[in-house]
């Protein structure tokens, strides 16, 4: 506790409201308003009792740039055409079971980093090539912090792709820096990072962005930048601007394609890459969708082995969709087990046709 502080602008009931361990997670990606599913496509923290923690390990760790598991790829990468409206949502609970999007003792800046990347699978999250394209810190005006709008806001923070963004695989890389516990004798900035894996529909060119604007995370910021020392305990940030850190931000415009006279088969090559997604596709039969795990059908049968066979193809699915279930939850699994269990029952009942008709929540089951 910090009792002899009382922030500026801020009354003493909403300073000490929440001693919660509960912080805050990116779980949910909205491209142009269409829920793609929690966990879906998002390099999310695995385990639950850590996933909404402030990244440890300081600003080297190489989770700087995708969170704790980040270097890790999901299956999905999600498709969204350039200029759409990305909107991230941020909970205190990754499964929703309690309300709330950040813990709202927690104050400070919000970003949102690009990284394109040739296999989203493959290349490292950590690393060069990351820009950013938004940043919020005080808004003078409202007077209210980034994150206070995005409590505001229910948990969601909205940003349009640049319209002239060159088509491939992306990195999108939240980032929400909270300066609640700098103080003057202790200087503890919280970073909280997560990554959409994003497939850009645009135009078929290599994106131009000036050095200046490319950074490495870990490496964009520093320990004695000013966005990371700012005392909120002492300084009115109305009065004393917030710089937010990392570089300004910037919309990289499309260079034009360059035309016969490119000789370059490697590069011609990966613009043809760039126009097809081929890497995370999400089927388009999926029965049922948890997070990164699809639900495909079961071999249809007509007998006793291929009702047992397709049983058997059943839990086993079920197995990856626990397996990987992000802590935003495992809702998906449960029906599919349902189902399972359902033409597992039948095999013992001498119902051997099937399978039987899947009667998951359809489109509102994509949890
Ligand atoms: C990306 O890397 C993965 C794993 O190394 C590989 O299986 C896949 O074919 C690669 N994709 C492309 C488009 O090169
Ligand atoms: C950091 O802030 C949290 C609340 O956001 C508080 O519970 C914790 O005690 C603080 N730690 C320090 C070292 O100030």
Known sequence: MM??????????ATAFASLSTAHTVFTTLFINGVDQGDGTCIRMAKKGSVCTHPIAGGLDSPDMACGRDGQQAVAFTCPAPAGSKLSFEFRMWADASQPGSIDP????????????VSNISSDSAAGPGWFKIYAEGYDTAAKKWATEKLIDNGGLLSIELPPTLPAGYYLARSEIVTIQNVTNDHVDPQFYVGCAQLFVQGPPTTPTVPPDRLVSIPGHVHASDPGLTFNIWRDDPSKT????????PFSPTAAPTPTSTNTNGQQQQQQQQAIKQTDGVIPADCQLKNANWCGAEVPAYADEAGCWASSADCFAQLDACYTSAPPTGSRGCRLWEDWCTGIQQGCRAGRWRGPPPFHGEGAAAEV
């Open 241 to 248: 601007a917030y710089t937010v850190v990392g570089p300004a």
């Open 105 to 116: 003792s927690h104050l400070g800046s919000t970003a949102i980093y690009l990284k394109q």
């Open 3 to 12: 009792p002899s502080l009382v922030r500026f602008s801020m009354g003493l």
